[in-house]
């Protein structure tokens, strides 16, 4: 069986994507959730992925005595692994827009990032309107989903971005945790969308299992000083 090694779910936003893949898609994963203490090189947490001979962050995907940790790895791999669940849009140009929102995901919207962490128990609207107010890359970075989304829901008419499920869903699914948290105004479909993207059977486990894990970390809370 694969196993997918993992932050905590309450702040790990890059662990979240590979999970509700493999979730929502119903393959069947051993979870190993490795806790955040901090990131120092002699941590427990850097200490336990030095093990897999990985980059030293989660998540690592394990499949046998190969280790995969990069989220767009991971995604490819799995649906090479089980074609029958049809991660990837079928039509070819289709899929070639899947792969670049993917990786716009993948290396972009660095200040919403930056400003609006991954904090899926906390409800923060009063940050959020004051990174709104004073921060111009997170009003383009939300500007530019909001665009992406609108665009592909267009094109494939939904509910998904490409229809049905797929692995673009998964990596949008923390900005959809993020746009909730922080109470971000967004365009009517949009914010329906985001919406969707909650309700899933895949992300709302993970949901839930980031509000059972009752773990305050202070470094990944730079707007709280206590839950």
Known sequence: MLKLVIGNKNYSSWSMRPWVLLRQAGIEFE????????????????????????????????DGDLAIWDTLSIAEYVAESFPEKALWPSDRKARAHARSLCAEMHSGFTALRSHCPMNIEAHL?????????????????????????????????????????????????????????????????????????????????????????QDFLDFEEPYRVQR
Request: aromatic fraction near 10%; hydrophobic fraction near 50%; include cysteine.
């Open 31 to 62: 979870e190993v959730k490795v806790r955040f203490d901090s990131f120092a090189p002699d941590s427990s947490f850097k200490r336990a992925l030095a093990q897999l001979k990985v980059a030293g962050k989660v998540p690592v995907l394990l």
């Open 125 to 213: 609207p009063d940050i959020g309107a004051l990174v709104w107010r004073d921060q111009a890359g997170v009003r383009a970075d939300v500007e530019r989903l909001s665009t992406l989304w609108t665009d592909a829901l267009a094109a494939h008419g939904g509910p998904m971005l490409f229809g049905e499920f797929s692995v673009a869903d998964a990596f949008f699914a923390p900005v959809c945790m993020r746009l909730h948290t922080y109470a971000l105004p967004l365009p009517e479909p949009v914010a329906a969308y985001v919406q969707r993207v909650r309700d899933l059977p895949g992300v709302q486990a993970w949901i839930n299992d980031a509000l059972a894990e």
